[in-house]
Every structure is written in C-alpha cells, then in structure tokens.
C-alpha cells in the first residue's frame, strides 16, 4: 500500500485553515496522510474548530481517523482548545474506491494578558512573543499587570531589541500608567536601547506590543515586582 503525504504544512500565524484535498472515485487504492503542527507563541492558547468532518466509519478509527494531540492528550470535539501552544492535527484515510471529502478546519490563538502582581517576595516576567526566539510578525498584544490597591509595580528591562524606526513607527512597546488604552502615557519604546525602570504611580500598568510584518528584532524581556 502507497502511503502519500497530500497536504498538512507548519502553521505559525494568529489565524489559518486546515483543509484536505477532495478525492471523488479515486480508482487505485492510497493511503493519504497529513499533519498539521499549529504553533503559536509561549502563553498563548490554540482553538481549533472543525467545520467539517466526513471520513469513512471504522472500529476503534483503525482505517480513517483524526487525532488531534494537546501535548500528549488525544480526542476530537466539534470545538477544541489547546492547554498549550503547540497542537499537532493528524488526519489519514484508507481511500479505496469511495468517495470522500476529508475535512476542514479553522484555529485562531488566544491570549489572556493578565499578570496579577500581588507578591512582594517574587518576580514576575513580562516577555515578547517567541522569546528568546524573534518576534513574529504583524503581532499585536496587550498586557495589564495589576497589583493591590495602594501598591506600585516596578518594571525593568534586561533585554531589548526592536525594529529601528524614527518616532518608532514600526514595531514598538508602548506604557501607560493605568489599566486602559487611553491611561495616560509613560512611553514608546523602540530600537536597541532598553528604556529605564518604569514605576507605576498607582496599581496598574497597560503595555502593548505592536509589529509589523517587515524586519523582525531579538524582543524584549523584563522583570515586575512590587512596592
């Protein structure tokens, strides 16, 4: 029996598709096998939702099958949300002489960007996407790191590296002393130079990382605390 590796590819963006080939009357008898590795970056979650499945039925799925694996987990569901941030989605079918029509997908990463801050003794981490790994392109997140009432956080780069940009119109970090979008600005931050240690005056800070899909730079890591 030919085994043949018709679709299946490395998925890196926020959002994308899965989708088999369809095969209608297939006269000779093939093993089609794909996988698909969704990978997104460190503290991001996967969903996939699966718009279409129609594989030929088989005991214990022993003949057509969809494995989807979360880590070292296995299951299907119509809706699946990774614990992770990297899924592999394997789907292979024993074609002989039947109509098929595999199956569509669609997955999109989540991201939850509260850091709750309430330890005096401890170090919190605020990194960028993929780090120590370049950044992807064309991101875009937000983070609100929140203390106790009365409280106030510290925030010190150790390492950062971002696009060159006059009035950093490309990739930058922006801070805000506060716990929304329109708090009032501390920074923008671009280029190689790391700012200097920010202080909250109150107990929140908002961040937002933007970037483009041009030049991609090292990131940017830094260390939270609280006063």
């Keep these: 029996m030919l085994m043949r590796r018709v679709c299946g590819q490395l998925l890196e963006n926020d959002t994308g598709t899965l ?9 000779t008898t093939t093993t089609k096998h794909c996988e698909w590795s969704i990978v997104a970056s460190r503290g991001e979650q996967i969903v996939l ?11 214990d799925c022993t003949i057509d099958y969809l494995d989807i694996r979360d880590e ?3 299951g299907y569901n119509s809706l699946v949300g990774s614990s992770d941030s990297r ?18 997908a669609k997955y999109h990463t989540h991201f939850e960007g509260d850091i709750e801050i309430n330890n005096k003794d401890q170090e919190y981490f605020l990194e960028s996407p993929g780090f ?12 609100y790191l929140v203390a106790p009432l009365n409280s106030r956080i510290i925030l010190k ?71």
């Excluded at 939702?49 to 005991?59: D, H, M, P």
């Excluded at 120590?132 to 983070?143: A, H, L, M, S």
């Excluded at 990739?171 to 506060?178: A, C, F, K, S």
């Excluded at 005056?201 to 483009?212: D, E, I, P, R, T």
């Design 19 to 27: 989708e088999t080939t369809i095969y209608v009357n297939t006269s």
């Design 49 to 59: 939702e699966i718009t279409t499945l129609n594989i030929l039925e088989s005991k």
């Design 72 to 74: 070292y987990k296995t």
């Design 87 to 104: 899924i592999l989605v394997t789907y292979h079918a024993n074609n002989a002489n039947e109509e098929y029509f595999g199956f569509k």
């Design 132 to 143: 120590p790994n370049e950044y992807p392109p064309n991101k875009y997140r937000v983070w």
């Design 157 to 227: 780069f150790t390492y950062f590296d971002l696009e060159t940009s006059e009035n950093c119109n490309n990739d930058y970090v922006e801070i805000r002393n506060g716990d929304a979008y329109y708090s009032p600005l501390i920074g923008k931050y671009c280029n190689n130079t790391s700012p200097e240690v920010i202080w909250s005056k109150g107990y929140a800070l908002y961040v937002k990382f933007v970037s483009n899909d041009k030049v991609q730079g090292g990131g940017f890591s830094g260390i939270i605390t609280l006063r």
